[in-house]
């Protein structure tokens, strides 16, 4: 079982039993990330929100995480969420089973994996580039994407 963050309110936004991956819209690592989602997710179990849009910000909000400085993906459903590796896993548990031996990685102590993840999550920009602003969804994903009613 993942350790998670829990809420005394169900999030915003999602429904019951919802998943939403929070992504850096403006991070190329982060939208590679994405695409190996829509990719690999063909079940759609996962929704996704950057956390520059509106939907992205009001469960950051929620979270209590950050609005404006954001360095780590975050999973929500629910009254949870999780942050860093964490978060990785648990959206590996949700694609195909193919998948499922990167959770194998779960073996290193959180610690561990989250000192790794930072490292890479703190470097991104250098070391993968960032785009000047949020790139849009393709029309055939955009419904992968949460947005709010109008």
Same mark, same amino acid.
């Given at each position: 079982?993942?350790?998670?963050?829990?809420?005394? $309110? *169900?999030?915003?936004?999602?429904?019951?039993?919802?998943?939403?991956?929070?992504?850096?819209?403006?991070?190329?690592?982060? +939208?590679? %990330?994405?695409?190996?989602?829509?990719? +690999?997710? #063909?079940?759609?179990?996962?929704?996704?929100?950057?956390?520059?849009?509106?939907?992205?910000?009001?469960?950051?909000?929620?979270? &209590?995480?950050?609005?404006?400085?954001?360095?780590?993906?975050?999973?929500?459903?629910?009254?949870?969420? %999780?942050?860093?590796?964490?978060?990785?896993?648990?959206?590996?548990?949700?694609? *195909?089973?193919? %998948?499922?031996?990167? $959770?194998?990685? #779960?073996?290193?102590? #959180?610690?561990?994996?989250? %000192?790794?993840? @930072?490292?890479?999550?703190? +470097? #991104?920009?250098?070391?993968? &580039?960032?785009?000047?602003?949020?790139?849009?969804?393709?029309? @055939?994903?955009?419904?992968?994407?949460?947005?709010?009613?109008?």
């Amino acid at each position: 079982m993942s350790a998670s963050h829990t809420r005394p $309110s *169900p999030a915003p936004l999602l429904k019951p039993g919802e998943t939403v991956v929070l992504f850096d819209g403006v991070c190329k690592l982060c +939208n590679g %990330w994405v695409s190996f989602l829509i990719r +690999n997710d #063909r079940q759609r179990h996962v929704r996704l929100a950057a956390v520059q849009s509106h939907e992205g910000q009001a469960l950051l909000a929620w979270a &209590g995480l950050p609005l404006d400085q954001f360095d780590t993906m975050a999973v929500i459903r629910d009254r949870h969420y %999780w942050e860093r590796s964490e978060a990785f896993f648990e959206v590996i548990a949700r694609l *195909p089973a193919r %998948w499922r031996p990167v $959770s194998l990685l #779960r073996i290193f102590p #959180r610690k561990l994996r989250d %000192w790794a993840y @930072d490292r890479i999550a703190l +470097n #991104r920009y250098r070391l993968f &580039g960032k785009y000047d602003t949020c790139l849009l969804p393709d029309p @055939d994903h955009e419904q992968r994407f949460l947005k709010t009613p109008l």
